[in-house]
């Protein structure tokens, strides 16, 4: 009689754990929210070209399976920007300069590449630092704004993405070593810069990946279980509790946003350094005065992760799969940007994907615990 | 059948998880005043917001003069003749005077605005009640009594003819109270109805007809004030005997703890300083209660002491330590152990669980962390310790999330992390602020009992029985300046009321001749 | 004096999308909801705006009266896109700054995927030329005329006559003194029985009204008619919200705000004119750069003593006062 009494507790307990659980109601929340996007970017596939729309659609859905390398591949910078906006938003900061942070961390990466007489075990290592330091840079200065000045980091980043953009283009354009200018381009560079690949077939996925996982789970571990995560997530919670408990707000402000920006220029770094389709070459960047886009779309990894770095590493590859997906569409004549429209779309439901979630909780809790405390009840009577 | 101008009939609305009004009837007779007594979180504003179209109630229906209304937005009461003045007023701060009374019901042609006749019906009703503004200044500059003034205002320039007044006197001087009492009652008599909500007995005794006691969402009953006595509302009130007074020793005061001199805080919102050279010690085994009128430089004062402000100038001592300049963090571990005024702005982490809230000012030190990490199963332990020693309630204990507990376990809880902490000052701010009676009783007890254990304790209080009650010494605040020194034992409410009005102070060389 | 006229000519179509929107963006924020969007519905209105352009240009028109009725269908489209926004804020109580970003994203790939469908290109390009070489009668003023009636554009004159109307309504009509109270203090507001939701879907509506004309006269002012899906409008709704927190989200001083940073801008694409800037051989991109760097000296001196509406950005949620 007892046994039964607890296992039923027990029960009772465990769905109230899971539908209380945020991650549950993360899960669930960009679970619609993927689903709105999918089915908008289906209508607009439909009213395009009804008679492909099908099979179109199929190949966004399931068409990134076949390559997952190139999946892996393309995930690991949207990975790294995506870290660097969420960790950010844990501690209430809106890094929307993750951009620029990454333009100006794969122009560090690069510069190093070129200008730098290294040994070569060593040479794509430094290379990667370099991008770091360079996203520190240009995430230090947002947070030293925001920290000292109380000036709004969204602006601020925004201004940065433009100011980091023109510059990155400006350095490229006047240095001869780096830039082909027959074909407004950087060159290849090297190879024993290029991040070493895994030898998976098909595909040129390399160290970054494994690099980029690694430090999603150190960002995990840094958030739940150390004084610095504790703090950082005070702050976002409430400013002022964090203040009366005496944490150094202005000095988390700017030590985030230098993390956040490193992880965004680690971004650039990882993708200019990998190596390319063709045997000795490698990524390439075009100086042509646009705004990178794999720092927005880090904003849709990030909210689609829920900010959390573990459900960071799958919404990058998620992404990531969806635009493989996109690109194979163009088989059957559809335009990849399609994509960054569904991506658009996701966003635009995650924001607030969790009010309808909050809702649809309450609800499923309502009706299941409460069958489950009548049981309870009946059993006690008799 | 008596005739009533407002009829409340079954009253039922429910929150989540709560039934704030459970059947409530409330009748309101032409010309009277009548009181809505009750706790904290009895249902009164509720039950008001009902009335004035905010909520909209499950059960039960409204008549006014003997028809059934429906009251679907703040529009239909006002239609009704209706007004309200909230507990927390509804002024819009960079507006003026004018236009705050005019939003809503703004006279135009065209949509454009005109302001001139608006401006002529303001003064003249000024005038006629007694009630002096100016028109054209901003909201942000006038003092809380004008802002008061304007929102009766706003009910008169919409000629309505049943007021309600929401607490009404928290934030006015005994003087300035004893002035709208009498308004209050000079409507009355003009044959307008009144509704005063208030949890003070004194004043339904001054003023009202007849009051309506209100308790956990229930209605206790409806008396007529002259029939009855403060013992008897009180009772009502709370549902038991409740002590008017706090149960302790006189103090015996050791040696000084804390020591302020010549404190002066810049002010957020004007030029002038908020604080201005204040000076006063605190001694172990003595509670030294900070009194005053809202918004005479306590908050700031406060901010300045527990180092969330820069101040100006002065110097702070705790226990013979220099701590002017320190962190709050070195002010903490100085020993100064601060319950906030406001407890959901600075005290909690609401989206934290309770646990980590209680090591909120200690998590970085050895006994909850290893080399930068938090050792959680410490923080566990600890806890539950604080949880059973300060009988702090919550669903799932130390993993509760803390913005599901209740307004008193809440406090309860920063009780805990602020009297475990090791500390030689206490400094409580306004630590019963919208709490129910038994929560009430409970602090009080644990701030005799801290200063029995020879802590200093620095309490700041805008209610005046907690003033006379929990303190051994009062510093009265008046536009930033220490401007009386009271013993609670000699002096009255009344003297009280006017040093804090401003209207009565002795000098700090007085206080030297006193002592 | 010439080199003064030429900046001053072609300083007044750069500075008023600059104003247009800023000014939208005002009334978004003074209702209560931030408006990052704006350089989303700038692009949308600009898109409609060329493309109702580009269909009709083969017929024979008077350019103005074209470039009025493109400004209709902007604004119309300004104002659809921007109900996105009020649904998302307003209504299902979203984080207001994700769902502008999220805004901003759709746009442009939106134009680059149907440009790329049907015109096989990154946008649209129209041949119609709206320029005005010499106002009749007014260009003959002396000084004025050829600062304000030569070599300008129509939407210099009709960003004017917004901005009058748009302080107009802001501070003498019953509407504007509404939405203020909104933005400031929306419990209050609603107790005296003005409807928050409503107001604040007005504000954005504003917004996407004034942003969609804003991107319209971008495309007319700028970018001689054309709009691309790569370049958008160049981070101006961006700067829009520069100028209007500069401005401290007051139209007046929105106008010289505007003013200060078309003038940059203007001055960065003309240093080549301008012997004296020319000669110091600095490369033109950091004139390029130095709107946004502008934009962050201004804000970094603005932003302490900044008066934000106060209750911008937060939902609204009658339940919960």
Same mark, same amino acid.
């Given at each position: 009689m007892q046994g039964k009494n607890s296992t039923s507790q027990k029960n009772k307990n465990f769905l109230k754990n899971i539908t209380r659980s945020s991650g549950f109601s993360a899960f669930s929340s960009a679970l619609v929210a993927i689903i709105l996007g999918l089915v908008f970017g289906f209508i607009v596939m439909l009213f395009a070209q009804p008679e492909n729309a099908i099979k179109g659609f199929r190949y966004v859905l399931v068409g990134g399976l076949g390559r997952f390398?190139?999946?892996?591949?393309?995930?690991?910078?949207?990975?790294?920007?995506?870290?660097?906006?969420?960790?950010?938003?844990?501690?209430?900061?809106?890094?929307?300069?993750?951009?620029?942070?990454?333009?100006?961390?794969?122009?560090?990466?690069?510069?190093?590449?070129?200008?730098?007489?290294?040994?070569?075990?060593?040479?794509?290592?430094?290379?990667?630092?370099?991008?770091m330091v360079g996203g520190m840079i240009w995430g230090l200065i947002p947070g030293l704004f925001k920290a000292l000045l109380n000036v709004n980091e969204v602006i601020t980043s925004i201004m940065f993405n433009y100011i980091g953009m023109y510059l990155v283009d400006m350095w490229i354009q006047g240095n001869a070593v780096m830039f082909v200018s027959s074909k407004s381009r950087t060159n290849y560079?090297?190879?024993?810069?290029?991040?070493?690949?895994?030898?998976?077939?098909?595909?040129?996925?390399?160290?970054?990946?494994?690099?980029?996982?690694?430090?999603?789970?150190?960002?995990?571990?840094?958030?739940?279980?150390?004084?610095f995560g504790y703090e950082l997530k005070a702050t976002g919670h409430n400013k002022y509790a964090s203040d009366y408990a005496g944490m150094k707000g202005k000095k988390n402000i700017i030590l985030t946003m230098v993390i956040a920006g490193g992880l965004a220029g680690l971004g650039g770094a990882f993708a200019i350094l990998a190596p390319s389709a063709i045997a000795g070459s490698s990524m390439t960047y075009e100086p042509i005065n646009i705004i990178a886009a794999n720092g927005f779309n880090g904003i849709a990894v990030a909210l689609l992760g829920n900010a959390h770095p573990i459900g960071i590493i799958f919404s990058s590859i998620f992404i990531s799969h969806i635009q493989r997906g996109g690109s194979l569409a163009g088989l059957v004549g559809f335009k990849p940007e399609i994509i960054d429209v569904v991506i658009g779309v996701i966003i635009y439901f995650s924001a607030f994907a969790m009010i309808m979630n909050a809702a649809l909780a309450r609800f499923v809790k309502q009706h299941v615990t409460r069958k489950d405390e009548e049981v309870v009840k009946a059993k006690e009577a008799e | 059948m008596e005739n009533y101008?407002?009829?409340?009939?079954?009253?039922?609305?429910?929150?989540?998880?709560?039934?704030? +009004?459970?059947?409530?009837?409330? +009748?309101?007779?032409?010309?009277?005043?009548?009181?809505?007594?009750?706790?904290?979180?009895?249902?009164?504003?509720?039950?008001?917001?009902?009335?004035?179209?905010?909520?909209?109630?499950?059960?039960?229906e409204i008549r006014k003069n003997g028809q059934v209304v429906k009251i679907n937005n703040p529009n239909d009461a006002n239609a009704l003749g209706i007004g309200m003045v909230h507990q927390h007023f509804k002024l819009v701060e960079i507006f003026t005077v004018l236009e705050n009374i005019i939003l809503g019901v703004e006279p135009n042609t065209m949509g454009f605005l005109q302001k001139n006749e608006a401006r002529k019906k303001v003064l003249e009703l000024s005038e006629r009640y007694g009630l002096s503004i100016k028109p054209d200044a901003l909201i942000e500059d006038i003092s809380v009594g004008m802002q008061q003034r304007v929102e009766i205002l706003k009910m008169l320039y919409r000629d309505n003819e049943i007021l309600i007044f929401d607490e009404p006197t928290a934030v006015l001087t005994p003087q300035e109270i004893k002035e709208l009492l009498k308004i209050m009652r000079g409507f009355a008599s003009e044959g307008k109805s009144i509704l005063f909500i208030t949890h003070k007995l004194n004043e339904i005794m001054e003023v009202a007809d007849r009051c309506t006691v209100l308790r956990k969402g229930q209605h206790i009953g409806t008396v007529d004030v002259k029939n009855t006595d403060k013992e008897e509302l009180s009772r009502m009130m709370v549902g038991r005997d409740i002590s008017f007074s706090v149960d302790k020793k006189p103090a015996e005061p050791k040696e000084v703890v804390l020591s302020v001199k010549n404190v002066t805080v810049a002010s957020k919102h004007h030029k002038n300083n908020a604080v201005r050279n204040v000076t006063f010690d605190v001694k172990a085994g003595e509670i030294v209660c900070l009194a005053g009128i809202d918004g005479n430089g306590q908050t700031e004062f406060v901010s300045a002491?527990?180092?969330?402000?820069?101040?100006?100038?002065?110097?702070?001592?705790?226990?013979?330590?220099?701590?002017?300049?320190?962190?709050?963090?070195?002010?903490?571990?100085?020993?100064?152990?601060?319950?906030?005024?406001?407890?959901?702005?600075?005290?909690?982490?609401?989206?934290?669980?309770?646990?980590e809230n209680m090591v909120l000012q200690r998590y970085w030190q050895k006994d909850f962390q290893n080399k930068g990490f938090i050792k959680f199963d410490e923080v566990r332990k600890y806890a539950e310790n604080l949880i059973e020693r300060f009988d702090v309630r919550s669903a799932q204990g130390p993993i509760t999330m803390v913005r599901s507990m209740s307004?008193?376990?809440?406090?309860?809880?920063?009780?805990?992390?602020?009297?475990?902490?090791?500390?030689e000052l206490l400094v409580a701010v306004q630590p019963t602020r919208g709490l129910d009676v038994g929560a009430i009783e409970y602090i009080h007890k644990q701030l005799v009992e801290r200063r029995d254990a020879g802590k200093g304790v620095l309490l700041?209080?805008?209610?005046?029985?907690?003033?006379?009650?929990?303190?051994?010494?009062?510093?009265?605040?008046?536009e930033g300046e220490i401007v009386g020194e009271l013993d609670p034992k000699t002096t009255t409410v009344q003297e009280l009321g006017l040093y804090m009005s401003g209207a009565k102070r002795n000098t700090v060389k007085e206080i030297d001749n006193a002592g | 004096m010439s080199t003064i006229y030429y900046l001053i000519q072609n300083m007044l179509p750069v500075a008023i999308p600059l104003l247009l929107v800023a000014l939208g963006g005002m009334f978004s924020e003074r209702s209560g909801v931030i408006n990052i969007a704006l350089e989303g519905i700038m692009l949308f209105g600009a898109f409609f705006g060329a493309l109702f352009v580009y269909t009709v240009q083969g017929v024979d028109m008077n350019p103005q009266v074209l470039l009025i009725l493109g400004m209709l269908i902007a604004a119309f489209s300004g104002w659809v896109y921007s109900l996105l926004l009020s649904f998302a804020a307003v209504t299902m109580k979203a984080n207001q700054t994700i769902t502008g970003v999220s805004l901003n994203m759709i746009i442009p790939a939106?134009?680059?995927?149907?440009?790329?469908?049907?015109?096989?290109?990154?946008?649209?390009?129209?041949?119609?030329?709206?320029?005005?070489?010499?106002?009749?009668?007014?260009?003959?003023?002396?000084?004025?005329?050829?600062?304000?009636?030569?070599?300008?554009?129509?939407?210099?004159?009709?960003?004017?006559?917004?901005?009058?109307v748009s302080i107009i309504i802001f501070y003498k009509t019953r509407f504007g003194l509404r939405l203020r109270a909104c933005g400031e203090h929306p419990q209050a507001a609603d107790s005296v029985g003005i409807n928050v939701y409503f107001m604040r879907y007005a504000g954005v509506s504003l917004s996407g009204i004034l942003g969609g004309i804003g991107g319209f006269f971008y495309s007319v002012g700028v970018m001689d008619g054309n709009v691309s899906g790569h370049s958008g409008v160049a981070g101006f709704g961006f700067l829009a919200l520069a100028v209007m927190i500069f401005g401290q989200w007051k139209p007046g001083r929105i106008f010289f705000a505007a003013l200060f940073f078309a003038f940059l801008r203007t001055l960065a694409y003309s240093v080549?004119?301008?012997?004296?800037?020319?000669?110091?051989?600095?490369?033109?991109?950091?004139?390029?750069?130095?709107?946004?760097?502008?934009?962050?000296?201004?804000?970094?001196?603005?932003?302490?003593?900044?008066?934000?509406p106060k209750a911008e950005g937060i939902p609204y949620d009658k339940s919960q006062r």
């Open positions: 390398g190139s999946v892996l591949y393309f995930a690991t910078p949207i990975l790294m920007t995506g870290l660097a906006v969420g960790f950010a938003f844990k501690m209430g900061l809106f890094n929307i300069g993750a951009s620029g942070q990454y333009t100006m961390g794969m122009f560090f990466a690069i510069y190093v590449g070129f200008m730098w007489d290294l040994p070569p075990g060593i040479h794509w290592i430094v290379a990667i630092l370099a991008g560079l090297p190879s024993n810069v290029q991040i070493p690949s895994l030898g998976i077939d098909g595909s040129n996925v390399n160290f970054g990946i494994i690099l980029a996982i690694i430090i999603g789970i150190v960002l995990y571990i840094v958030l739940q279980k150390t004084t | 101008i407002v009829e409340m009939l079954g009253i039922t609305k429910e929150f989540p998880g709560i039934i704030a +009004n459970d059947n409530i009837t409330l +009748n309101l007779k032409k010309g009277e005043v009548h009181a809505l007594l009750g706790e904290n979180g009895a249902g009164k504003s509720t039950l008001m917001s009902v009335l004035f179209g905010l909520y909209q109630a499950e059960k039960g002491l527990t180092g969330l402000e820069k101040m100006v100038d002065g110097k702070v001592t705790l226990c013979g330590e220099d701590i002017t300049k320190a962190s709050v963090r070195e002010r903490s571990v100085a020993g100064m152990s601060h319950i906030p005024e406001d407890r959901h702005k600075h005290g909690l982490v609401l989206d934290y669980t309770l646990q307004g008193g376990n809440q406090q309860k809880a920063i009780i805990a992390r602020e009297i475990d902490k090791k500390h700041v209080s805008l209610e005046l029985e907690e003033v006379m009650n929990v303190s051994d010494r009062i510093l009265v605040m008046y | 939106a134009i680059l995927l149907f440009s790329k469908m049907f015109f096989n290109s990154d946008g649209i390009t129209t041949t119609k030329n709206f320029y005005i070489r010499e106002v009749p009668i007014l260009s003959k003023i002396p000084l004025l005329g050829e600062m304000f009636f030569q070599r300008t554009y129509l939407t210099v004159m009709i960003g004017f006559a917004i901005l009058i080549s004119l301008i012997p004296f800037l020319d000669g110091l051989g600095i490369n033109q991109t950091y004139y390029k750069m130095l709107p946004y760097v502008a934009t962050m000296v201004v804000l970094a001196f603005t932003s302490k003593k900044s008066r934000a």
